[in-house]
């Protein structure tokens, strides 16, 4: 799995995405969003970190790099896109992913380990979980309150393209276990072909024992075996 | 062609919870101004702009509302022209 993991100016998690995919078996090279080279790969992640210091609105800045219009056009052809924390709210901006992501309820930045619940297992990006799985993985964000009109959120919930959802310990969907206030505890979504899914969580820091968590890794591996079926 | 300075107000969309006006307003609550009932907060941006005419300028400034400077999803925005552009110190 070739993947190619696209850096801004301000992203900060690029690092700890690129080991994520090495540590599952997969080729991850850095390409600087001036850089517009996508052939050739696989999968193209967006990672966290603050692009552009957050200007204007979380992500609009990055979502007019030169290199997005590729992205996007990767996506349209099917290829999968993942885009985690400011990843995701880049994705949103760029109209992969409907909805937006705004100030927490909380208006503090939240970093801390939340659970999420797997609603999708069947997706490339999560297929190596079990439905209804209940993962501990750490956020850190500011604007991670999704929001969206009334007819979008009932699309989403309709087409089930909730993949994950914040819930507590034990799994249930409560006010206390939403870390941002977002509608129905809605902690990442997928586009309506299945090929784009953004989150707020961090995966990639919950791939290593000493990390506290290997709940993130599922992620990684259900990519890596459905891009390369004959070498799994 | 001359230089017209352009007024955007980008406002949070009724409905939406809006957490830097919640904040301000248990301020101001707190701070003995028990009448107030409800605070937005939302963004005021100048734009100075080389356009034929202060419509021109309006319609220049309103697409890139669309394609920019407000976020469909959460923001409505008003676009004004609120002078000739001028240089401030």
Known sequence: MR???VTFPGSNCDYDLYKAVQLVGGEPTFVWHRDRQLAGYDAVMLPGGFSYGDYLRAGAIARMSPIMDDVVAFAHRGGPVLGICN?????CEAGLLPGALVRNASLRFESKDVHIRVERA????TSDYDHGRVLRIPIAHGEGNYEAGEATLEQLEGDGRVAFRYVSADGEVTEAANPNGSWHNIA???????????MMPHPERATEAILGSTDGLGLFTSMLRSLAPAAA | MSSHRIEIRVKPRPG????EGKAIHHALVSLGWTGVEDVRVGKVMYLDLDAPSPEAAVEAVEAMCRKLLANPVTEDYEVSVVGEAEVVG
Request: charge should be negative.
């Open chain 1, 188 to 198: 990442g979504i997928v586009n309506d072909r299945g090929n784009v899914l953004g």
């Open chain 2, 16 to 19: 939406l919870l809006n957490p």
């Open chain 1, 122 to 125: 069947d997706t490339l990006f």
């Open chain 1, 3 to 5: 993947v190619a993991v």
């Open chain 1, 87 to 91: 990843g995701f709210q880049i994705l």
